[in-house]
């Protein structure tokens, strides 16, 4: 099975990123990775950020990898000004002030989500040490995925 980048991400953010509504991520770090990743949902949910946007808590999935994405840049935000500014794309509070926005594209939702706990950061997800053990959801998982990557390059 492949190795995959992965990021976890707070609801009600990551539910907002896979749907494509999301399309800057706000970090304290940077990073230099560029490509597809895929993201994962931690257990905790922002439910003041639930609230803040209007987001039912209950729709949302935790504790599992939920869909995919692609940075292709990272902004850089020297004031909070400019920050303010690209809010209707990162969808954060004014509060706390995060200074790197990794720029996204592609977002996809998965059908299956995959159970896992998450990390800190960027880190590598050996699919094959998923919970998941059953081949056809697996083999469906990854038919889903071709079938879409070749669909969308036609």
Known sequence: MPIAKCL???????????????????RKWNTKFRGEF???SPMKIKFQDCKRLGINEANLMTGAIIGKAVIYDVKTYKTKKELQADKKYHFASDEPYRKYGFLLKNAKEFKIPIPCKGKLGFFDMHLDDTIIKDEDITSDLFDEEYRTQWINHH
């Open 8 to 26: 976890s991400v707070s609801q009600p953010f990551a539910d907002l990123i896979i749907k494509g509504k999301k399309t800057i991520e706000l």
């Open 38 to 40: 895929l993201i994962h």
